[in-house]
Nanobody
Framework: QVQLVESGGGLVQAGGSLRLSCACS????????MGWFRRAPGKEREFVAT????????LYADSVKGRFTISRDNAGNTVYLQMNSLKPEDTAVYYC???????????????????WGQGTQVTVSS
């Protein structure tokens, strides 16, 4: 088990940028595939982006492709989500997630992850 703590959320105007960070406790961060999910008001939690344990494989939801970038720093036990060209529909609570993984595997489903952060609010005004 690992503990995840997100930060970097806030209020931004449409077209602006934010960078979310997720700090992971423990010494085996590089053994975990990581993901970012979000939950908008009245909606289910949805997949945003995922990255393999080495960082060599990534995948994005169609709604954020070309605007968001996921990356990780295994030495610093942190995963990031750079969000550019933000839209009001990106408003949500953003969650970081982790699961033990092999090789280049990446995961897009909520049930695939067994470690979750508490979430950070992102609000995009029009």
């Amino acid at each position: 088990q690992v503990q995840l703590v997100e930060s970097g959320g806030g209020l931004v105007q449409a077209g602006g940028s934010l960078r979310l960070s997720c700090a992971c406790s423990g010494r085996t961060f590089s053994s975990y595939a990581m993901g970012w999910f979000r939950r908008a008001p009245g909606k289910e939690r949805e997949f945003v982006a995922t990255i393999s344990r080495s960082g060599g494989s990534t995948l994005y939801a169609d709604s954020v492709k070309g605007r968001f970038t996921i990356s990780r720093d295994n030495a610093g036990n942190t995963v990031y989500l750079q969000m550019n060209s933000l839209k009001p529909e990106d408003t949500a609570v953003y969650y970081c997630a982790a699961r033990l993984s092999e090789y280049t595997h990446i995961y897009t489903k909520v049930p695939s992850y067994d470690n979750w952060g508490q979430g950070t609010q992102v609000t995009v005004s029009s």
